[in-house]
Structure formats: C-alpha cells, structure tokens
C-alpha cells in the first residue's frame, strides 16, 4: 500500500469516502470544491483525484464518472484517517438493566445493536466451563416429566426434560439436594467427572439423571449455543449482497454452523479492544464486499466478542462506537452481576 504523505491528499480521500458513505454515489469535483468550501480549483481536485486513483486508493465506475472508495481505499481510511470518537454512552440502556442473566443480555445487546447498526451482529459468550456451579434443580412438571436446569454464574442456565415418576422425582431431589451441598461454588469444569460419579454409584435408580448430566455437559461445550446472531434480515435485504450466489451460500452455512463465528473471531482478535476488517480481510470470508467491525469483553479471564457484519459503504465512526458501546454495556452488566455476588 502505497503511504499518502501531503495532508492534502489525506484530507481529500477523507472527504470522498465520507461523501460516499453518506449519499452512495459519486460527484464531481466542482460540485466538492463547493460543497467542502476547498481552498482549490475543481482542475486542481481532479489532479489530486487522479493521483488518488493511480495510487489505488480509489476508481471511477464509468469512464466520465467522478472517484469512490477501492477496499484499500476503505482500509487507508479506517487506519489512518478515521478520528474514533472513544466516548463512551453514559446512560445504560434499559435492555441491559432488565437483563438477569448473562443469555438475555447477549440477546438484547445483539438485537440493540442490530436495529441502530441495520446490520448483522453476532456476539459470543466466553468459555463456559470456567463459571462455577450455583444450582442444579429438578423442576415438577406433572407426573411423569421433571425439568432438570444447571444454573452457572452470571444467570447461564442449561436445561433438559427428565422422564421420572413421583417416587423417582423425591428420591432424584434429594440426590440433587447433596449435588448441591458438595459442589455449589466450584467451577463446572472441575466437578464434572465428581459429580458424574457420584450419580453413577446410585445408577440403578438414577439412570435418566445420569445420562442427563452427561448431556448437559455437552450443551456447556456446544460453542453453537453461546452465539447471539441478530439482523439476518437486514443482510438479506441489501440487494448488491443480495445477488451475490457465493455471498448467500456463505451466509447459510456460517448461521448452520454457528460456533465457526467463535472460533473465527477468537483467531482474529489477537488483541483486545475494537478492530475493522475489510473486504479480503474480513476472516468470516461470506463476500470481498462485506466488512467486520469487532471487539471483545471478559469473563474470568475468557473472552467474548461482538461482530458487526455490513457491506464497505458503512458509516466506519459511528459503527465503531456503537460496537464500542455494546462492550461497554456488556461489561457493566458483568461488574453489576460480581458486585451483586460480593455483597
């Protein structure tokens, strides 16, 4: 990438990717002299255009037609020119402060973000297994059916239909009641095979309870089960996007497999706080057209992320603020939970 080194080139590619992210077309360089009251000829904007161009910074869609942005021009913009506005929201939104658990505040933060944003989000809950175990209960249903839930820190619950009948439901209870007495506080990583042992000695009567732990341990390491993904529509709505074959085969088999979102994100994000990544950058690969604006909070030391998913011509500054602060919304709503733990 070749650097920019007048301000006068900067300042120029800056006002042409902004001008494009806001009306999505070109205009010509009499009508920007105007417009940003430039201190030059439009001859002399056509010049600094061309050297932009040549520089592959930008490209004219028709042979007569004024610049827009290329990808690197995109790129330059965001690494260099872009001024990130870093102020935080000092109101909480409400979706945060109704959140009980750690779940419903991944969902509302992603659906929040989604409808200011109009774009697809995904946010991922860290490592599970590192939270520690505050319940396990059997819930009665009726006569035959038991509602079996794992309740871990920050509000994550798992859950599973037991079949049992009365005396079984009693009996399963007070197996619970002592699960509970012994490992209540420890990490649900650490207890797993303990507690699997301690039902496998009672296993003639504690058959479904057995196998139901088992299986709600692995929905604790089902990766798909910590992806809160919001706006699908808004991506499929984008006709540009939407014409691309190769796009939406991308787009189905990334919401098919869900924890690839984890996996990826944790990969790329190498370092914490917010980062764009644009066209063949973008890790998730679903088109050279898209962009991902990311960033991460902390549980325990595991890491979560936020992905913003929209095309190159979005408005960079005020994305990056919105994911700046659904982070930071997240992360109160993780402080609020530990202080309330402490008192």
């Keep these: 990438m070749k650097t920019i080194e007048t301000e006068r080139l900067h300042k120029i590619l800056e006002i042409v ?40 910074y930008l490209k004219s869609i028709y042979t007569s037609s004024g610049k827009v ?81 794992i309740v871990l820190e920050y509000g994550w619950m798992i859950s599973e239909i037991i079949n049992t009948d ?10 619970i009641s002592n699960l509970n007495k012994r490992y209540k506080n420890f990490p649900i990583k650490d207890i797993k095979d303990s507690i699997i042992s301690d039902i496998k000695a009672k296993r003639a009567r504690c058959e479904q309870l057995y196998n139901s732990i088992i299986d709600l341990y692995e929905k604790l390491y089902d990766k798909k089960r910590r992806v809160a993904i919001s706006g ?3 991506l ?22 869900k924890e690839i979102i984890a996996n ?5 994000m190498d370092s914490s706080g917010s980062k764009v990544f644009i066209g063949k950058d973008n890790p998730l690969h ?13 549980i325990k030391n595991n890491r979560g992320f936020i ?15 919105l994911v700046d602060q659904a982070a930071i919304q997240l992360k109160w709503f993780i402080k609020r939970y530990e202080e309330e733990e402490h008192k």
């Design 17 to 56: 990717v902004e001008n494009y992210i806001e009306h999505g077309k070109s205009e010509g360089s009499l009508k920007i002299v105007k417009k940003y009251g430039l201190l030059m000829s439009p001859a002399t904007l056509r010049n600094a255009l061309y050297d932009l161009q040549d520089m592959g």
């Design 69 to 149: 942005p290329t990808e690197m021009g995109y790129r330059y913009y965001v690494n260099n020119i872009l001024k990130r506005d870093r102020t935080p929201n000092a109101v909480v939104p409400v979706f945060i402060k109704n959140s009980d658990t750690l779940k419903t505040a991944l969902t509302a933060a992603s659906s929040w973000l989604s409808r200011q944003s109009n774009y697809l989000v995904a946010i991922t809950a860290p490592e599970l297994t590192e939270l520690k175990l505050k319940k396990i209960d059997l819930i009665n249903l009726d006569k035959t059916k038991g509602y079996l839930i």
């Design 166 to 175: 009365e005396d079984g439901f009693l009996y399963l209870k007070k197996i």
């Design 232 to 234: 699908i529509d808004n």
């Design 236 to 257: 499929l709505g984008m006709k540009k996007l939407n014409a691309n074959i190769g796009f939406l085969k991308s787009l189905v088999s990334l919401l098919e497999k």
């Design 264 to 268: 990826i994100l944790n990969k790329a």
């Design 286 to 298: 679903l088109s050279d057209e898209t962009s991902l604006i990311a960033s991460d909070y902390n």
């Design 307 to 321: 992905g913003m998913i929209g095309p190159f011509r979005m408005n960079y500054k005020r994305n990056l603020l």
